[in-house]
């Protein structure tokens, strides 16, 4: 099974930061990565797929990178709706989800 | 305007069969590409991924539940039903359908959450 990790766990952040979380694959998964962002009692949203692709309707604010075995989602700049939790998924062998980033308030 | 909504027991006994259905719209189970997954998450825990199911009913499970899980879609193609055998309280959980082009989630229904105690 391909692992996914995530870092941070937790991130504290302020409104206008420039954030990045990371996401590492235990071997390579190519570009197949999507990223979702989760708030409280809702479910999930693709926020990014195939690493880099931006999902329709999604702030240009996200971005995705990497391939291989690392990614990093970035948020040019933190707004309030984005205080949330981030999880990254592979699908270059079935699927995996990381364990999640919560992005809170600093 | 697609969309997904979960059914079906709320609680479960330990070693009880939950039988879950996603009822979507919006979309073609008989489309080229069209996928249905599950996923679900623990109280406040991460997502895991459970199970997929194509246009083509070609079937994937995840490795460390296969034995427990089946997916399956109606000849209708607008609801997909996923079983899993021997309940055990670790397995409480929200769990959510999903659409799924190639493998990712794009759309995500809002979830029900199974509560496993005796």
């Known amino acids: ?106 | 305007q697609i969309t997904l909504k979960e059914s079906g027991p709320t609680l479960v006994k330990p070693t009880q069969t939950l039988t879950l259905t996603c009822t979507f719209s919006g979309f073609s189970l008989s489309t080229s590409g069209v996928g249905v997954g599950w996923i679900r998450q623990p109280p406040g825990k991460a997502l895991e991924w459970l199970a997929l199911i194509y246009w083509n009913d070609d079937k994937r499970y995840s490795p460390s539940l296969k034995s427990r899980l089946t997916i399956t879609k109606d000849t209708s193609k607008t609801q997909v039903v996923l079983t899993m055998t021997n309940m055990d309280p670790v397995d409480t959980a929200t769990y959510y359908c999903a659409h799924s082009s190639v493998w990712y989630f794009n759309y995500w229904g809002q979830g029900t959450l199974v509560t496993v105690s005796s």
């Open chain 1, 1 to 106: 099974d391909i692992q996914m990790t995530q870092s941070p766990s937790t991130l504290s952040a302020s409104v206008g930061d420039r954030v990045a979380i990371t996401c590492r694959a235990s071997q390579s998964i190519s570009d197949w990565l999507a990223w979702y962002q989760q708030k409280p009692g809702k479910a999930p949203k693709l926020l990014i797929y195939r690493a880099s692709s931006l999902e329709s309707g999604v702030p240009s604010r996200f971005s995705g990178s990497g391939s291989g075995t690392e990614f990093t989602l970035t948020i040019s700049s933190l707004q309030p709706d984005d205080f949330a939790t981030y999880y990254c998924q592979q699908y270059n062998s079935y699927s995996t989800f990381g364990q999640g980033t919560k992005v809170e308030i600093k």
